[in-house]
């Protein structure tokens, strides 16, 4: 019946009723039955249209409202050390997140919620207007990671907090904190812009994605798959029973090259350093294979702070920190290699026949080039004497190399630089690897319009001037000398497996070609790095020599200024900074056992001063704890 059709109804009823001779009281109790009969009508009609007419249409969107999709977070695969020691592993996050849709009244929610977990009221809605664009299905995270007594908190107040849930998701945990930090990597959300790049398709707002190192080269194995489940909730968003589950797909696992317990040992030496105020480098390879066996940097970074939240005064911290911390010195900073560079004008003089086995030298102390005298870093003793190829490496003499550098010439000299693998990326599995710099006459053409110099090219030399190298190059070349000429891709990944252990990956030798000598002329170079550490006057005897194991290698100090200063020159510094910042950089490269190589190292120490003193030590470290290791094994 139609609101039309009462009312003419009542009408008439009410015509009938103001009849003479019926009782006024009677009138009035037919009224009010007549005006409750047309409200029930009214009702009827109403229910009729919601049940019969709109009924399957609101129970669809009851449906709608009462049955969610969640996702479900895939387990991060793990990462171990070439001998299967867990060095990242998942842990679970307790994430406080809010559904619009659900939290009713939002403000007094929030309110609620801020009363409970001392946080801001107005913080909490700034992150909630952040998103106000999305669904109002969609959770919005509110605080990562509140830690069990929270959980507790939010759960006992649960009936004041509608919409409020605490979603459980793994996230990352660096087992050892620093350890590695610069080749692991950390995870940090994803940003806006990495969301509309073809390689994230699959992930979505809130997700935590590799940023730097294996964790972001190697997202794809690592990251797993999303799962899923289709549950029904109750008025206050909570769920009430689950309809469908699709469980999510764990990443794969991946086994590091690297050495944990020789990792550690390399970033304790240079701790020690740090302490001094000098950062560093130290990495080790297996010269037959190419395998990274530690890749260390000094300062580094804690990648768990990534995880639970970097604060601004953290950020800030890091960055402005002079020594850069967040900096991969063993492949993004590149130095002058000084004297390590020797073996590069050892292999041009020998190939390019300047000098044999033969030739001899004389060194006093200095170099007469031109209008300027160039010194030998022995200048204030005389000098060396004569020496042949051999003594000159062992000895680092300056003045011999002078002589074949002005012989070859800049573009002969760096021919062969280039095809020792310097200049160039080593192809490392790692992001912002540096190229370095081999200078010809060409290149200072390019970069400053100026005619090559003849006196450059002593500096060039013995590895001073603009010649610059990674620690990472300096240790590819070294390990290339050490098994006898052939150069390998740097390798940080020994296997990838599957969850259910299936071996996915498992690497091989890359060959990149061989380093341009003949093996007699190479069998030379190999004595005078011998000599550099067991002759009793190589620069590295007293520092590197051990008796058990017959060690290789070659010291390097690195001029941080133009020139090498005078004694009369050296003066007092006001504060230990400025002393140490003036001070040369060290380093040394290596390999042992000389006759059957296992290890090869390359150290450098910012400010170190010295190759022998300052980098040495730590390179005879790091073979004595390996191969020791090995005997033990």
Sequence with gaps: MSIKNI?????????????PGIDRYRQRILFVMLAVSGVFMILLGRLFY??????ENLRRQSEINSIRLQYIAPTRGLIFDRNGQLLVDDRPSFDLAVVRKDAKPLERTIENLSRYIGEPAETLMEKISERKGGSPYQPILLRKDIGRDLVAVVETHKYDLPGINVQVKPIRNYIDGKLAAHLIGYLSEISAKELGKEKYSTNRAGDFIGKVGVEKVYESFLRGERGGRQVEVNALGRVVRVLNSVPPKPGDNIYLTIDEALQEKAEELLAEKLLEGKAGAIAAMDPQTGEILVMASSPAFDPNIFVSGLSDEQYTSLITNPQKPFRNKVI????????????VT??????EGIVDAETEFNCTGSLFFGDRSFRCWRWKRGGHGNLNVVQALAQSCDVYFYKVGIE????RIAWYATACGLGEQTGIDLDNESSGLIPTSAWKKRRFNEVWQQGETLSIAIGQGYNLVSPLQALSLTAAVANDGDRYKPQIIHTIKSAEGEVLYRSEPVHLGRLPVSQKNLDLIKTGLREVVAGAHGTAHDYAYLPEIEISGKTGSAQVVGRKKSDEEETASENKDDEIARKDHAWFVAYAPSDQPRIAVAVFVSHGEHGSSGAAPIAKEIIRVYLEQGEDG
């Excluded at 993004?332 to 073996?343: R, W």
């Design 50 to 55: 919601l049940q019969i007419i709109q009924g």
């Design 332 to 343: 993004q900073d590149t130095y002058p290699p000084a004297s390590v560079y020797k073996i």
């Design 346 to 351: 050892a292999i041009a003089g020998l190939e």
């Design 7 to 19: 009312s003419n109804f009542s009408f008439r009823l009410s015509s009938i009723l103001q009849a």
């Design 408 to 411: 070859l010439g800049v573009d």
